[in-house]
């Protein structure tokens, strides 16, 4: 189906703007220009939420705008979905009597599309917080940029952005010489290359060590 706009390169305006969907973002006001009796803000992306503008202008104003700078070019909009689940204000690991296993507490972001807390106690435990994936949103199109707010993680963050093919995080760990390790870092996730589509989180993690018997995982 065509809208019946023929711009002034000879296309119609469908071959031009970016569909939009019922729910999508619109722009704020009528074209005044109507296809059937949708109104075209109905029908295409709107250029103030994402996308480019088209080469050239179409011809058709609204006042003295031309819809060129009212809707994004046709394929160029994102529909990348990536998200961040309700974090907890902490993620915290407890032990110390058994030096085989310090305390430890890792966030882990899995190119499966789930986020990982990973502990020592229990030993071994890696429990689900959530997915950071969407319908749209993977490991061949997203990237990740972890960056150290306060605290010291045990390896220094690559604060680069990184495509999440291979498993990312970071970790604090403690032990009887440093008994309290902590880190706040806000993560940023993205569509490849989009900062339009940037999406950001901030994760704190601590692990403490104790004299004491047994040890925890906490959620605060």
Do not use: C
């Not at 507490?105 to 020592?120: A, C, K, L, V, W």
Request: aromatic share 10%; charged share 20%; hydrophobic share 30%.
């Amino acid at each position: 189906m065509s809208s019946g706009f023929i711009a002034s390169n000879g296309q119609d305006l469908d071959d031009i703007f970016h569909p939009r969907e019922s729910g999508d973002p619109i722009h704020s006001s009528d074209t005044g220009y109507a296809v059937g009796s949708q109104d075209l803000r109905n029908r295409y992306w709107p250029l103030s939420d994402d996308g480019t503008a088209p080469s050239s202008s179409t011809g058709y104003r609204v006042g003295s705008t031309d819809l060129q700078n009212i809707f994004a070019e046709i394929d160029t909009v994102s529909q990348w979905d990536g998200q961040f689940p309700s974090f907890s204000m902490l993620y915290t690991d407890v032990g110390g009597s058994d030096p085989s296993r310090p305390p430890l507490s890792e966030i882990i972001f899995d190119p499966s599309g789930t986020i990982i807390h990973r502990s020592n106690h229990p030993s071994g435990s890696e429990v689900s917080l959530g997915r950071w994936d969407g319908d749209v949103a993977n490991s061949t199109n997203t990237e990740v940029r972890f960056t150290l707010l306060s605290g010291a993680t045990d390896d220094p963050l690559n604060e680069s952005w990184r495509q999440l093919e291979f498993r990312y995080g970071f970790l604090v760990q403690a032990s009887e010489n440093d008994p309290l390790q902590e880190a706040s870092v806000q993560v940023t996730l993205r569509e490849i290359g989009k900062p339009s589509t940037e999406i950001t989180e901030i994760i704190n993690i601590e692990a403490r060590f104790t004299a004491g018997p047994g040890g925890d995982n906490e959620f605060e």
